[in-house]
């Protein structure tokens, strides 16, 4: 018992906390990297939307790729609004906080800029948990997502960004250099790792037949924007209709202020035209990467279409501003969210020269080893001192 004791006790305890489908897409190899390891005690933190029926109590999913759930924080409301969100963060921090008292981590990884990972960041810092952010740097203008990835940045000790230039820009914001890794974007990982299904298993596993033209959808909410989505997913269905022989595989938008008014829109939109539209409302990572393949064009404002697409070489029509400001490869065609620029964007990724010139294109988040550089890291970076962060001041 105390040989056991012992070796318990120099494992190192990393932490890892997911809210949605797609940040657990993401994480997945990094996961199963981290559960191998012999040196790493594993502790897995599942909230938000994995927890809710509405979005398909994914938390499921990670139960079934054989990992252990060591603590479920409730923190979603029934209401999507601002003032639901900001008491959602309230309800996450509460239950969070006795989670990570429990788990006492020596490491929590956290990755990108939802409202349940800043509920996450602000409690791991009152606690002087050490935190490693994913995906830093980045820019979404369109999104409150902006300000929560750069306020988890100045939170956060270790910093592993997805290029050069947003490692640039986490050092801008007072960041020691030796702390940030420019390791390439996990999804990219996904896109290597994965045996991604052919076209006749796809359409077994989704019980719907693609067609010569087949468009993969997702939007989400533009959550900085005073406006209604209404409009805009208004404009984006009329687009779509205007191409009746394209099958159309949506997946439904995300937890933020506005996702259940998208969704209401999606489930008519989908019940009415239900011979060529499927409606998803979590496809998981491999099928979700198999339509990506499969499809034609990706089209709406999701951030996969323009990291994950580019590595399959498809093409993206990205709607709006809310990916305003990220780094972008020439298979993305930009349009505003008016029906006419939709629907002139997807003739131009359809078009002969457009798909002819997508083999050449290269993904601009890495080689898909960033799960394992991640691991290493996590593993051997020195614990001692790393809670105490310096301003790096940049020499003007």
Known sequence: MGNYNKQHISKRNIAVATGSRAEYG???????????????????????????PEFGLTYKQIEN?????????????????????????????I???????????????ILGDRFEIFAVAQTAMTLNIPLAHLHGGELTEGAIDEAIRHSITKMAQLHFVAAEVYRQRVIQLGEQPERVFNVGALAVDNIKHLSLLDKASLETELGFALGTLNFLVTYH????????????????????DSFPDAKIIITKANADQ????????????????HSRVYLSPSLGQLKYLSTMKQVDVIIGNSSSGLIEAPALHKATVNIGERQQGRLKAESIIDCATDKQAIQTAIMQAISPDFQQKLPSISSLYGMGDASMRIKHLLKTIGLEQLIIKRFYDIAF
């Not at 906080?97 to 006492?104: I, N, P, S, T």
Request: with cysteine; proline share 5%.
């Open 26 to 52: 993401l994480l997945y190899w990094l996961l199963k990297s981290l559960q191998a390891d012999p040196d790493i005690n594993l502790q897995i933190i599942v909230t938000g939307m994995h927890l809710a």
């Open 65 to 93: 790729d054989g990992f252990y759930i060591d603590a479920k924080v409730e923190m979603l409301l029934s209401s999507d609004t601002k003032v639901g969100v900001a008491k959602a963060i309230g309800l996450g921090i």
């Open 95 to 109: 239950g969070l906080a006795d989670v990570l008292e429990r788990l006492r981590p020596d490491i929590i990884v």
């Open 258 to 273: 506005g996702g259940r008014e998208i969704n209401q829109l999606l489930e008519n939109y989908a019940q009415n035209n």
């Open 221 to 240: 909410p533009i959550t900085l924007s005073q406006q209604n989505p209404t409009p805009a997913v208004c404009a984006l269905l009329e687009a779509l």
